[in-house]
């Protein structure tokens, strides 16, 4: 754990059962409708669970949340995934990571001014 402050704290801190009260307390309705919402994502449908987790294992990591790669990564091994399958889902999502960097290279470049096209050269 990092030091912060002269202490051995976290960037995030840890969920605990009090914040999940607060955040129900503070907006019940939308609280509830997120949990049903969730249940409903997560139920075994075209996808199966575990194919569903691994898809939330490489979600997480482009969207570098640790809540949901803690989270999602228990819950695809719990619902079958090997950690060979969990590592091959965080490398597709660190592709398509920079895979979005590579592809909007197309932005810059005819920005530049791409030869054969009249615009861009600004």
């Known amino acids: 754990m990092p ?18 009260r607060r955040r129900k307390e503070l907006a019940p309705e939308i609280h509830d409708a997120f949990e049903t919402f969730s249940r409903a994502v997560f139920s075994p449908g075209a996808l199966p669970e575990k194919t569903k987790q691994l898809i939330a294992v490489a979600v997480a990591h482009t969207t ?26 965080i490398w597709v999502a660190a592709e398509m990571r920079a895979g979005g960097a590579y592809a909007h290279s197309t932005v810059a470049l005819h920005t530049l001014g791409v030869p054969g096209h009249a615009e861009g050269r600004r």
């Open 3 to 20: 030091e912060i402050n002269g202490r051995n704290e976290s960037v995030y801190p840890p969920g605990t059962a009090e914040i999940g």
């Open 64 to 89: 570098q949340c640790p809540y949901c790669i803690a989270g999602h990564s228990q819950l695809a091994r719990r619902k079958g995934a090997s950690d060979e399958e969990i590592m091959e889902a």
